[in-house]
């Protein structure tokens, strides 16, 4: 069949991907090179007064005027743009503050360096911390590349953004979940400076009855929002103020939907009115909820109901930018290595190699056709991991059946008793 090639994946090897991921490293490499001397040239910004780094300029400015007892002032826009223009370039452009003052808390150590130390350690960093995470499963060369080869971290990187560390704390707080309960609540509670990508976390921990790691994300949010006070009396209330403008700005924000991989922003990229954008929205967030509770409620494997977190997690909110598809990076290795135990389900490859590359694809598809199709992939993404955590879930059934089987005969036939012990443990699992 036709077909078959694409179904079974069996041309996607770990070698070709390897040089795939040397051949993409060498050019992002040539292509932040490019950029960063272009816009350089007016010192840390271009002639049109584009940034170096774009959007970290957000970050660094930030963290000084939190640091200058000055945090306030990030949300007003006015004395935003004059600091900033201040630090670069008076024709610099303007970068819109979005986040809470738990952002501020958090990129305080930003303060302690100049701007263009701050943006290499950021970057640098974040890819750093990501590889360190993938190493759990990958070799450190693959990890690396993994880590720094794909086009959501060169996005991230182009956008001088946060995706690395949002797919560190929401990644890494599944990878440490089962052993370290405590440590992945402190990951998943930092979160809390996006709170959108973290809105199915709670609904994942109550599933699967991770109590200790849901107290852990509790208080971690409460303690980092809390300590967000320190930085002035009037800085949650200057947010609060600006806060709907954010509201706005994705509803109405036509330059941004084609980087924006939500089933909101496909719907209003291909002009549908708002009110059918945030139908369709709901539809999907109910549904990919739903799943999330079967899921992790399921027998499936923590590499299946991570990945099904993450992949939710785009499906769930409105709001969310192609750099923050660096999580997808985990969901593919955690899938590939759940699928060297168990064996690739047909499209699986193809599925996630198409996954990683997608935004980059996206980003010029969307732009060009007004078709965003992010989210349709996530979505058979999404119905792939549904299937094997179902498949999962009958084997286990399976499994235990036989055992039982096993231990009645071992016991001279009394099915009654071991069906008991069956069904006890059964319980307890």
């Known amino acids: ?53 774009r959007d970290f300029i957000n970050y660094w400015a930030g963290a000084h005027l939190a640091a200058d007892g000055q945090a306030a002032r990030v949300y007003d826009i006015d004395g935003f743009l004059d600091y900033q223009r201040s630090q670069t370039a008076p024709n610099a452009h303007f970068k819109w503050y979005s986040y809470p003052p738990t952002a501020l808390i958090l990129s305080l150590p930003l303060a302690v360096l100049g701007f263009v130390p701050a943006l290499v350690f950021w970057l640098l960093s974040g890819i750093v911390i ?14 690396l590349l993994a880590a720094f080869a794909t086009p ?8 001088g ?44 921990l109550a599933a699967a009855g991770r109590w200790r790691a849901f107290a852990a994300a509790g208080l971690t ?19 609060l103020k ?27 990229l291909m002009g549908g009115s708002i009110s059918t954008a945030y139908g369709i929205q709901a539809v999907s967030a109910i549904i990919a909820t739903l799943l999330i509770i079967m899921i992790w409620r399921s027998r499936a494997t923590i590499a299946v109901k991570g990945s099904a977190l993450v992949i939710a997690t785009f499906l769930v909110t409105p709001y969310a930018w192609d750099y923050d598809l660096v999580a997808l990076t985990f969901v593919a290795t955690w899938l590939a290595t759940e699928a060297a135990r168990t064996g690739f389900h047909p499209w699986e490859k193809t599925a996630l190699g198409f996954m990683i590359a997608i935004p980059l694809i996206s980003l010029r598809l969307a732009d060009a056709s007004h078709v965003q199709i992010v989210p349709l992939t996530l979505w058979a993404v999404m119905g ?36 008991q012990r069956g069904e006890a443990a059964a319980r307890s699992g």
Request: charge should be neutral; aromatic fraction near 8%.
């Open 1 to 53: 069949m036709p077909s078959a090639p694409l179904s079974r994946g069996d041309w996607f090897t770990a070698e070709r991907i390897r040089r795939i991921g040397i051949i993409f490293a060498v050019m992002a490499l040539v292509v932040l090179g490019v950029d960063a001397w272009l816009r350089a040239t007016h010192g840390v910004t271009d002639a049109d007064g584009q940034q170096l780094g």
């Open 130 to 143: 990501c590889a360190i995470l993938l190493a759990r499963n990958l070799d450190w060369r693959m990890a």
């Open 152 to 159: 959501a971290s060169l996005l991230n990187a182009l956008s």
């Open 161 to 204: 953004q946060n995706g690395q560390f949002t797919a560190a704390l929401l990644c890494g707080g599944i990878l440490f979940l089962q052993r370290q309960p405590w440590l992945a609540g402190l990951l998943f509670g930092m979160l809390c400076f996006k709170p959108h990508l973290a809105i199915l976390i709670p609904v994942a």
């Open 221 to 239: 949010a409460l303690a980092i929002c809390g300590s967000a006070f320190l930085l002035g009396p009037n800085v949650w209330t200057a947010f």
């Open 242 to 268: 600006n806060a709907p403008i954010n509201a706005g700005l994705l509803e109405i924000g036509n330059s941004m939907w084609h980087r924006m991989p939500t089933m909101f922003s496909a719907a209003r």
């Open 384 to 419: 792939l991991i549904a299937h094997r955590a179902l498949k999962r879930g009958h084997q286990a059934q399976d499994d235990q059946e036989r055992e039982i089987e096993q231990d009645a005969a071992a016991a001279g036939g009394d099915f009654a008793q071991v069906h």
